[in-house]
């Protein structure tokens, strides 16, 4: 059955003309006339049966309907430039993983490990990119995600599956000369003590405080930071007591600019997983990936038990957020 879909060149000129908002200036991109490119906008016009800009004093501006329709169209045209790129570089050969994941874990704890994923698999390449919020797989052009969550998050992710790498284990972190200030540090202490808060985790430190046995009215005051790392510089820079995973800030605590002020972990309810969509559960190269992250991770001593792995259907709704 042939595919309802309006040429390529037709598409490229419509991406191009409504992300400069002009059909001069598309033309000059591409090469064209100003007369092809308005000829080839009105073919997809009438192709889609709908007006996708409308004439001004000034030129040319998208309608509502032109704009959502070029958002859509221009994640396609880069991920086909993606993909012809990578088939350039591999010349055939391998493969890559176009990876999401949160941002610190991605800069602090999966970067430094990929060396020994690329000695055992040379011809898989990674593609990282940042993503701190569920999507849906069928729109956009990752082939796996590294998440932060709980169970009940990533049950709420359509068409995926999910394998739990490791808990995320939050410990009362600061700066030596902070520190320096008593001999010794208990939970009531920290609990008077100025506090860096996680935005993603909102109850963090009341909940630490709670499993502390501790009151602490105070436990949702002080600047909140969207990532762990800001929070670790923001610790580290004396500016108060922060709840980070002890994985996240290991290079901080071997140079010394971070210690522990209090060694009792909270036990979070969060994990951090890969996730991949169900249609590429038989992918070679995303099996690969999953068994050598779950062996750093078993490597890490950050996992208490077996990774268990989960699936959830359906992809008609957009997933809560998670970090």
């Not at 993909?83 to 350039?88: C, E, G, Y």
């Not at 169970?151 to 600061?174: H, K, N």
Request: net charge positive; proline share 6%; hydrophobic share 45%.
């Amino acid at each position: 059955m042939a595919r309802k879909l309006p040429s390529f060149q037709v598409l490229q000129c419509f991406e191009a003309a409504a992300r400069q908002e002009s059909y001069t200036r598309a033309a000059r991109e591409l090469a064209l006339t100003q007369g092809a490119v308005s000829r080839r906008i009105a073919s997809l016009e009438a192709f889609l049966g709908f007006d996708l800009f409308r004439r001004t004093r000034h030129g040319v501006r998208l309608t509502e309907e032109g704009a959502a329709y070029a958002r859509r169209i221009a994640g396609r045209l880069d991920g086909l430039e993606r993909d012809t790129l990578d088939a350039m570089a591999r010349q055939g050969a391998g493969g890559s993983i176009r990876l999401a994941s949160v941002p610190t874990f991605a800069t602090r704890w999966l970067l430094p490990r990929l060396p020994w994923f690329s000695a055992l698999h040379p011809d898989i390449t990674i593609h990282l990119e940042t993503r701190t919020r569920p999507f849906l797989f069928a729109e956009t052009s990752h082939d796996a995600a590294l998440y932060a969550g709980t169970a009940e998050q990533i049950a709420q992710w359509p068409g995926i599956r999910a394998t739990a790498l490791m808990r995320e284990d939050v410990v009362p972190m600061a700066s030596p000369a902070l520190l320096a200030t008593r001999a010794s540090w208990t939970p009531a202490d920290i609990a008077a003590a100025p506090l860096l808060q996680q935005s993603t985790r909102p109850e963090a430190w009341r909940q630490w405080f709670a499993a502390m046995e501790v009151d602490s009215p105070m436990a949702l005051a002080g600047p909140r930071y969207d990532l762990f790392s800001m929070a670790a510089v923001a610790a580290t820079a004396g500016l108060g007591i922060a709840l980070v995973p002890k994985m996240l800030v290991m290079a901080e605590l071997a140079r010394g600019e971070l210690v522990i002020a209090c060694d009792r972990p909270l036990h979070g309810a969060s994990h951090y997983y890969l996730v991949i969509p169900e249609t590429a559960a038989g992918n070679a190269r995303l099996r690969h990936f999953s068994e050598w992250l779950q062996q750093a991770a078993a490597a890490n001593h950050a996992v208490d038990q077996a990774p268990l792995s989960f699936a959830t259907r359906g992809a008609s709704r957009s997933p809560a957020s998670g970090q």
